[in-house]
């Protein structure tokens, strides 16, 4: 894969890093508010 911003690897790795990072927060906050959507609709 090319390198568009011309960085060397280990700071494309921080920055993957980094993105995983928050992709993975973003996923765990929607569930969260996914469940507690769904608890209180079913009367908790």
Sequence with gaps: ???PYN???EAARARRGRNVAIALTLVGFVVLVFVITLIKKSGG
Excluded: G, R, T
Aim: avoid cysteine; glycine fraction near 0%; hydrophobic fraction near 15%.
């Design 1 to 3: 894969m090319s390198n």
């Design 7 to 9: 960085e060397d690897p």
